[in-house]
């Protein structure tokens, strides 16, 4: 295995995309990007919030991801 995704949808309204993750000996070589597309066009309808690491925001801008206002979060306790 080279690279996987966590995703969860509720295939009519809402999904998340968490945890991408390619070997670094893999990465820019397109994998991650067909990982993420192939979620993205499995059901148009969807809008999918995402999870990653700072950093990366570049990547998924590039696959239409845009800064949204509305997400809140409540951190786990450790």
Do not use: C, W
Not at 2 to 21: C, E, K, P, W, Y
């Amino acid at each position: 295995m080279v690279g996987f995704v966590r995703s969860t949808t509720d295939r009519a309204f809402d999904g998340q995309i968490n945890n991408l993750v390619v070997d670094s000996d893999y990465r820019q070589k397109g994998i991650g990007e067909r990982i993420v597309r192939t979620i993205l066009q499995e059901d148009p309808k969807v809008t999918y919030i995402l999870r990653s690491d700072p950093g990366n925001e570049g990547f998924f801008r590039k696959l239409g991801f845009e800064h949204a206002n509305s997400a809140l979060i409540h951190r786990r306790r450790e």
